[in-house]
């Protein structure tokens, strides 16, 4: 033994060795503070939080006394905060960072690489891991453990923790969502040592998309998403992506991979192949420390491309999540041993099974918990990228070389732009693409857009571009089907209403096409001098432009002729219109003569109230989002704003969000036994004075509009409308259940009555996104009521999937979608159906849009 002992010595020393002649600094960075040290508390201790500044001030700390760390910033936050990433590795690494990231892409594109070149460069390259903390920013621990991990690897001098980062370079991101980290911390200090204290805050997390923030991944809408975007797939091109997350309180302690079922059919089986490897690593590291409750295959499945992780499958990167059960953000859980529970796929009953082998008793569960079992799936994927590195190196680009000589050359999907319904939206189209770091090309006659499949990202342009079948996955023969994680359609050309079909080209229109750089923009500005000009209104753009010249006080009407497609929205002419013409890329027509054309009625500029609940609802952000990025003049209205009354004198349109008639009239989540209490001034909902007072507001000539579930605070003897849900009871509440109908997030075919203002400018056949039971059935209204129908499903069940999953469809033959009625003076629109699904059902904004804008004719 002591010669062994000897033998292990004189190799540590040869490995610093040879880590000095390499140009490493091994000794520590003896100014480098630990986080506790920095921050003056025991980071992880009970009901102690650093905030993200404080947390951006430690990394930049640690940088400035570590040749371990460069701070690299991926741009601003939604609310103007840096969104930082640490770069860590050896100084040699960093010094040689570019050649890493030359490395990196050229074996995510290997084309024109021979194996040996390929094989070279696995050789001379570095893993690049990246590891995401924090999207979901009540998920607090790995931000409080991003700063203790990145110490330890800027400090570490043992032999092991050298030669990994000798192999790699991590890529660490402490918070995907800055912002709501923030938020989060600010809310449980405010409260700290109160009967609120770890409660939930009365607002998003995220200043739009709250939780959702990890559903953006593929329509990238927002400034975070696009900043990491940019990074992964035009900078660093990362191998491996880890997303470290928090999950209940009450189920295992951890989940790693492998993912549950269903498997998207699209994927590289090398993908999970890579993942479950990565899973194995950590399962053993966590059992080799004594972590118990460790569970794979559970809940999170490998078919769903929006995530964080999820949509570099596609591209040919290994990713995987890590769930961590949570606390009350930093204040510890009693958890007893009866309260654990299963009930997801995976592990329906809480007990001991091949996929969850050493079940946690229960107990104290504390943050110290969360991040201590984060640290070790963090060390694991360190050590998996290390000692795979050239195996990893090579996956990737095979995986591309695969996708490129398995796939016919001659094989493109043809974007038309201007046989489009809006060649704006197209456009839009071709530029998101582009900016996943797909190639797009601009044909010869600069009249589509083509995308090749054969290509490294091929697969992921047939995933977005193409339409779903959610695979039918049985756990036995007389089960149901195992549930999606998220949604079971997200077909771009369907819900953006964008023509797109797959065509094969011959080799000179493939040859002559341009590679983008950038897309051509559809040209705006003014055709002609006049007084007067017009464009129609079925380009999404036309609302923004006609908001915009609202607000500096111009003149803008709607000229429509009953009976007639399509309506056109006529501008008066100002000396900025030509301008805002340009940016909205709107080509406005002169119209001839110094007259208004007959029928012409004048847009009054429309007040709008976009209801916002103290339960936050998800669809209130995403709503709100979009009503901004086409400059409506949208304002939030809350409980105490509605049970005042005198809406009308406020405001012209009021729209109701995707929530429960719970949330909204009582305060409440449907089905909700008990739940942490909300400060005094949080609680509670509108109210019968609220519901009073909307009904008020309507009478009186306001327009009142709901969105998906939203429909039930007006379906009621309050409102008292010929309408009903056919898939709830009468009470409101939803029955369906799954064994009979589930549209568990699918795109539904839906016909349109283009002759009814909601519906002009439209086609008359939309996919709209549906994820609730929802289906109204009219009758006759009484005399001082008109009833219309804007919207309904076809007459044959088989007709109305068009993309991912719909068991019972038959009840929603001849059934509405949408629906409208005038009572008094005002007017009540009904969607039963997502018409701006997370800002990515741009084919369907428009019915929301002529909504507010009926309320102004």
């Not at 969104?83 to 290997?110: C, F, G, W």
């Not at 990145?150 to 001098?157: D, E, P, S």
């Amino acid at each position: 033994m002591p010669k062994i002992r000897s033998l292990l010595a004189v190799l540590s020393i040869l490995v610093l060795a040879l880590s000095v002649r390499a140009g490493e600094n091994t000794a520590p960075a003896a100014s480098a503070p630990t986080p506790s040290e920095f921050l003056h508390f025991e980071v992880g201790a009970d009901r102690k939080l650093a905030d993200y500044r404080q947390i951006a001030s430690y990394f930049k700390t640690l940088a400035a006394a570590s040749d371990r760390v460069q701070i690299e910033t991926l741009g601003k936050t939604t609310l103007g905060e840096d969104m930082i990433m640490a770069v860590i590795s050896t100084p040699e690494n960093l010094r040689n960072k570019a050649r890493y990231q030359e490395i990196a892409h050229k074996l995510a594109d290997p084309r024109g690489l021979t194996a040996q070149q390929i094989d070279s460069l696995a050789a001379e390259g570095k893993t690049i891991l990246l590891i995401t903390c924090n999207i979901h920013s009540t998920e607090i621990g790995s931000s409080q453990m991003a700063m203790e991990w990145a110490y330890k690897l800027a400090t570490a001098q043992d032999p092991e923790t050298l030669k990994r980062l000798n192999d790699s370079i991590v890529l660490l991101v402490p918070s995907l969502n800055p912002d709501g980290q923030i938020m989060v911390t600010d809310w449980y200090r405010k409260y700290l040592g109160t009967k609120y204290e770890g409660g939930p805050m009365p607002y998003l997390y995220h200043h739009y998309v709250g939780h959702d923030n990890n559903r953006d991944w593929f329509m990238l809408t927002q400034i975070e998403t696009k900043n990491v975007s940019r990074m992964v797939y035009h900078q660093w091109f990362p191998q491996f992506w880890l997303d470290e997350h928090q999950m209940g309180y009450y189920g295992p302690r951890i989940y790693i991979p492998p993912n549950a079922d269903p498997v998207a059919k699209l994927v590289n089986p090398l993908v999970h192949r890579g993942n479950n490897l990565m899973g194995a690593a950590m399962g053993w590291r966590l059992e080799e420390a004594g972590k118990s409750g460790v569970i794979f295959g559970y809940s999170f499945d490998a078919y769903w491309p929006g995530g964080t992780r999820n949509t570099g499958w596609w591209k040919n990167m290994f990713g995987v999540l890590t769930e961590v059960a949570s606390a009350n953000i930093a204040t510890p859980i009693d958890v007893s041993s009866t309260e654990l529970q299963g009930g997801e796929k995976g592990l329906i009953n809480y007990e001991r099974q091949i996929n969850f082998p050493n079940p946690w008793p229960g107990g104290i569960w504390r943050l110290r918990d969360i991040m201590d079992y984060e640290l070790l799936v963090s060390d694991a994927a360190l050590e998996t990228v290390s000692k795979y590195r050239r195996e990893l190196l090579r996956g990737v680009a095979s995986m591309a070389t695969r996708v490129v000589e398995y796939t016919d050359a001659r094989e493109f999907w043809r974007i038309p732009i201007e046989d489009q319904r809006d060649p704006i939206i197209a456009t839009r189209l071709a530029a998101l693409l582009l900016e996943h770091g797909v190639e797009v090309r601009l044909s010869a006659d600069k009249k589509s857009f083509l995308i090749a499949t054969a290509q490294p990202y091929g697969r992921f342009v047939d995933e977005m571009l193409g339409v779903q079948r959610y695979p039918e996955v049985k756990t036995s023969p007389n089960s149901g089907i195992l549930e999606p994680y998220d949604v079971a359609a997200w077909s771009l050309p369907l819900m953006m209403g964008v023509k797109a079909e797959k065509t094969m080209l011959s080799p000179s229109d493939r040859d002559t096409a341009t590679l983008l750089q950038s897309v051509p923009w559809p040209k705006g500005g003014l055709a002609g001098k006049a007084k007067y000009y017009s464009v129609v209104d079925r380009q999404n753009s036309a609302f923004a432009l006609a908001n915009a010249m609202q607000k500096v006080g111009s003149d803008v009407y709607v000229h429509w002729l009953p009976n007639s497609q399509p309506a056109t929205l006529v501008f008066a002419a100002h000396p900025q219109l030509a301008a805002n013409a340009e940016k909205f890329h709107v080509l406005l027509q002169a119209l001839p003569g110094d007259q208004l054309p007959m029928q012409c009625i004048a847009l009054k500029p429309s007040r709008i109230g976009l209801y916002k609940s103290y339960i936050p609802a998800i669809d209130e952000g995403w709503t709100r989002f979009v009503l901004e990025q086409y400059d409506f003049p949208v304002k939030n209205i809350e409980n105490k704003d509605v049970k005042a009354g005198n809406l009308k004198n406020a405001y012209d349109v009021i729209i109701l969000p995707d929530s429960s008639r719970e949330v909204i009239v009582d305060g409440k989540r449907r089905g909700e036994g008990f739940s942490p209490e909300l400060p005094p001034e949080y609680a509670g909902g509108i109210g019968k004075e609220g519901l009073h007072a909307l009904h008020e507001f309507v009478e009186k000539g306001g327009t009142l509009i709901t969105l998906a579930n939203a429909s039930d605070v007006v379906i009621g003897e309050e409102f008292n409308l010929p309408v009903r849900n056919t898939l709830a009871a009468a009470e409101g509440r939803r029955t369906a259940q799954p064994a009979d109908f589930n549209v568990p997030g699918s795109l539904l075919r839906v016909y349109v009555d283009q002759n009814h203002p909601v519906g002009y400018g439209m086609p008359s056949e939309v996919a709209a996104f549906v994820d609730s039971p929802i289906a109204f059935q009219t009758s006759a209204p009484p005399p001082d009521v008109q009833r219309s129908v804007i919207a309904w499903y076809p007459d044959d069940a088989k007709d109305i999937l068009v993309s991912g999953y719909a068991r019972g469809a038959e009840r929603l033959q001849r059934k509405a979608a949408a629906v409208a009625f005038t009572v008094g003076k005002g007017k009540i629109v009904m969607f039963g159906f997502r018409v701006q699904h997370r800002a990515q059902t741009e084919g369907t904004f428009q019915l929301l849009f002529n909504a507010i804008t009926w309320a102004g004719l």
